[in-house]
């Protein structure tokens, strides 16, 4: 009995705190205070210098902003890069043709003069980060309006970044934290000359497609190569024949010894967005109105694209990216949703906030200061509740989802720049409106988004409501007796912008006949007034409100701070670096379901339908598997490891971020999470809440015994941290 008391004590001191304390995205300058401790707890071996340093070289010199939307990590000395295959995908879709189909096929450069620029791609390093809170805040006090609070702040923000220590090739930036009651520089570098390397055929990148995306168990070889290059002395350049590889500080050796349950992680990265400090009526907004409003919309146009897609290979490639792109929210907020239901979270929220209410009435300073906090705030959601159905739907189809709206969104700074400097100065920006629409063309098929089209007018005038309309829109609605179809099939058919060859030749010989033609076009006036009955009817008086909400949150989180001093406060992503971690775990979504942490080659087996849209993989995959030949790269087991799970705190961005070990080796490459916690930007549950990784020993193996690029592979340094040097 004594005995089972203290197995059982031996086993919560192990994996009792360890699974609690998991959740959140840290600042890596304030590891040392706030985090250190527990990561070693947890198994690292490092120290919080050795993530984060100023002074000398650090992991985060490995990290990249990439493409101002993932994560990617320098992988040689070469400056090569890896990110997610779903990262890379757009460059990849527009490197692409019929004829070679880089992303149906996978490319594998054999030679860096095979490396292919992909125009508009940047990557950010991090050099310095500072808190500059007390510069930001001087001269603000907490009873100035709030227009004049957000002044002081852009003001002293300017002079912040006017008076920060740089390099001329270097960039500064400010972010609030903690909904404004913190403030940090970053100092950044940018590279602009970043070339496509290689990545495996789609089949494999983004094997099981719609379907498995944000599920485990999972079996996505989801990563792509891209390469930094710079000038002579290593710095910055615009794209140039001349250029060389970049030379970096450092580059993450890869662990070949792999992962088990229980080791130590790591997730270094720039997560986007999270919510987690949202008062209860606000998640209960997100339930009910805005992810049923915004999954609706998707449901329409993802129909469309999928019957065409699958139906016809060009479309395929043309669709493919955009596709992904409205299907990867949209079924994030299903699921969202369900968690949030699932985990009960807005009482979960409503206890904390009489616990929170409770505590603050309880001490007579904090009750005259944020006594009536949470009425004003449940107040101000209240006052929001009006406009949010509208607000949702009038975004989602005003630019989002149908293309030829967002086309006439686009050209109306042409527009702007033909009415205000005349045809002269459009003339000069001819160049670009060209590029831009054949750009656009390449990839668009208006028959698909007149189906589009015409699915979602009708959800327009059905779901937003009579006073936040464009009138325009309900005129025409009516004149054509509400038939959809045959709307669309005359907008489209009278519309200039459905028509790529009349519209590029006017661009290329005389923009302004082009631009002046599109100011009278029927499908460019009824976006623009789509977009403005959104602006004035519906983001107009929400901005307003919203003014309001942000300054009671504001107050709110420096609240929570004070008032639960017990607990250990994480702000909110927003896009800057920062560190999740953890342990490679399993979890139990549900009764009675168990979740392994690792799957292997094997489930692609499984899941194998030659010929399927979703589950096809090259024969060579199959091969490889059925000989076990898997070089170097297998799991002790004799088994090809493809993905694991851990109870990391992530969130989107934090795509093609580096999985690290306890020693700072790569192990895996962050790309998901799993459905059951989908919930977690704003509710985290360390039971059911798990990040989605793939080993990279798949990558590897994918990259020299699939691709037959082992050139790549030599470029890396691999180690063995486990099981000693060998290799
Ligand atoms: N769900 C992952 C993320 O949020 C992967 C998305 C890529 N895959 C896809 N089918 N869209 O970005
Ligand atoms: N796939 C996501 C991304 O593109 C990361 C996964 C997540 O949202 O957790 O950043």
Request: charged share 25%.
């Amino acid at each position: 009995m004594k005995k089972n008391l203290l197995l059982l004590w031996a086993v919560l001191l192990t994996f009792g705190a360890p699974l609690r304390a998991s959740d959140g995205m840290w600042l890596p300058l304030l590891l040392k205070q706030l985090n250190e401790a527990e990561m070693k707890g947890l198994g690292m071996k490092m120290s919080a210098e050795d993530i984060y340093s100023v002074n000398k070289s650090s992991l985060k010199d490995a990290i990249v902003h990439f493409g101002g939307g993932c994560t990617g990590e320098v992988i040689s000395d070469k400056g090569l890069i890896l990110t997610n295959h779903h990262c890379g995908e757009g460059r990849i879709q527009a490197l692409s043709t019929m004829q070679n189909n880089y992303y149906a096929d996978g490319y594998w450069a054999k030679s860096m003069s095979e490396e292919m620029p992909s125009k508009g791609l940047f990557v950010t390093f991090i050099i310095r980060i500072e808190d500059v809170t007390k510069a930001v805040l001087e001269n603000v006090s907490a009873e100035m309006p709030e227009p004049m609070r957000q002044l002081q702040v852009e003001r002293n923000i300017a002079a912040v970044r006017e008076a920060a220590a740089r390099e001329s090739w270097q960039e500064t930036q400010v972010k609030p934290f903690f909904h404004g009651n913190q403030y940090y520089l970053f100092v950044t570098e940018t590279y602009r000359d970043i070339r496509f390397v290689g990545a495996p055929p789609a089949s494999i990148g983004s094997f099981g497609k719609d379907t498995d995306n944000w599920v485990w168990p999972r079996h996505t070889g989801d990563f792509s190569l891209f390469r930094i290059y710079a000038d002579k002395n290593n710095r910055p350049a615009e794209y140039s024949a001349d250029n060389v590889p970049f030379k970096p500080r450092h580059f993450l050796p890869i662990s070949l010894d792999g992962v088990q349950e229980g080791d130590f992680t790591m997730i270094f990265g720039f997560p986007g967005a999270t919510n987690a400090y949202l008062p209860a009526i606000a998640v209960q907004q997100t339930i009910e109105i805005m992810n049923p409003a915004r999954i609706d919309v998707r449901n329409k146009t993802l129909g469309v694209y999928d019957a065409a897609m699958r139906a016809d290979a060009q479309v395929r490639l043309q669709y493919v990216s955009k596709q992904a792109r409205l299907a990867n929210s949209w079924k994030k907020w299903i699921g969202e949703k369900q968690g949030l239901e699932a985990a009960d979270a807005v009482n979960k929220k409503l206890a904390f906030e009489a616990e929170f209410q409770r505590r603050v009435m309880a001490k007579e300073e904090w009750k005259w200061k944020y006594g009536t906090l949470l009425d004003d705030l449940n107040a101000k959601y209240k006052d929001l509740r009006v406009y949010l159905q509208s607000l949702e739907y009038g975004l989602e189809i005003g630019s989002r989802n149908i293309e030829l709206f967002q086309l006439a969104n686009s050209l109306q700074s042409y527009v702007n720049i033909l009415d205000n400097n005349g045809a002269q100065e459009l003339a000069k920006r001819g160049p670009a409106l060209v590029s831009y629409l054949e750009g656009f063309y390449k990839d668009y098929r208006p028959e698909i988004d007149q189906k589009v089209f015409a699915e979602l007018m009708a959800l327009y005038i059905g779901k937003v409501k009579a006073d936040f309309m464009a009138n325009t829109a309900v005129e025409q609605a009516t004149s054509y007796g509400k038939n959809y179809d045959q709307w669309a099939s005359e907008l489209f058919s009278e519309s200039i912008l459905t028509k790529p060859g009349t519209a590029l030749q006017m661009a290329r010989v005389k923009p302004d006949d082009l631009i002046n033609a599109v100011k009278n076009d029927p499908a460019y006036l009824l976006a623009r007034a789509i977009v403005a009955a959104n602006n004035d009817k519906l983001s107009k008086p929400v901005s307003s409100i919203r003014l309001d909400i942000d300054r009671l949150q504001r107050q709110y989180m420096e609240a929570m701070m004070l008032a639960f001093p017990e607990k250990r406060f994480f702000p909110d992503a927003n896009s800057t670096l920062r560190i999740g971690y953890g342990q490679v775990r399993g979890s139990q979504p549900k009764d009675g379901i168990l979740y392994q942490p690792i799957t292997y080659l094997d489930g692609v087996v499984e899941k194998y339908k030659p010929g399927d849209y979703e589950y096809d993989v090259p024969a060579k995959l199959i091969q490889l598997h059925k000989n076990k030949d898997f070089g170097p790269y297998a799991a002790a087991n004799g088994k090809m490891p493809v993905a694991f799970t851990g109870n990391n705190h992530t969130t989107g961005g934090n795509s093609g971020s580096p999985a690290i070990d306890a020693h700072g080796n790569l192990i895996g490459l962050n790309f998901d999470r799993q459905w059951e916690g989908t919930m977690s930007d704003i509710f985290y549950d360390p039971e059911i809440c798990r990040n989605i990784m793939v080993d990279i020993r798949y990558v590897l193996f994918l990259i020299d015994k699939f691709g037959g690029a082992g050139h790549l592979v030599k470029e890396m340094k691999l180690v063995r941290p486990k099981t000693g040097s060998r290799k």
